[in-house]
């Protein structure tokens, strides 16, 4: 039950939550912009913008879709939802940023002394 909700149980259902929904939102939206990318390039989570709309029981698939909307600079947003198989359970927006995985490995680097 590690995607459900802390506080299943109780007469309340085990549900997908929200931060897993997300987290597979994200790793879809990132997949997209995989095969684009320069061998030192990645791309990172900068915004999110959802709406919750129905519950998932854990244990049923969903599906994530996104596709680039625009492009500015280093900046790509997407329009993503996650469907389980009755219905669009998530809607929403996500902006990524393509960074240089050198660039950022010094900037987290000099962060932790």
């Not at 459900?4 to 879809?28: C, K, W, Y």
């Not at 969903?62 to 947003?77: A, D, F, L, N, Y």
């Amino acid at each position: 039950m590690n995607h459900a909700v802390e506080f299943h149980g109780d007469g309340m259902p085990a549900v997908v939550s929200t931060p897993n929904i997300i987290q597979f939102l994200e790793r879809t939206a990132r997949h997209t912009l995989t095969p684009h990318l320069e061998a030192d390039e990645r791309s990172v989570g900068l915004e999110i913008d959802i709406r919750h709309l129905a519950p998932t029981p854990v244990g049923q698939t969903i599906h994530c879709t996104t596709r680039v909307m625009s492009v500015e600079g280093s900046k790509v947003q997407f329009p993503i939802e996650a469907r389980d198989h009755h219905e669009v359970i998530v809607r929403g927006l996500h902006k990524r940023a393509v960074i240089c995985t050198g660039s950022f490995s010094r900037r987290v680097k000099a962060k932790a002394g």
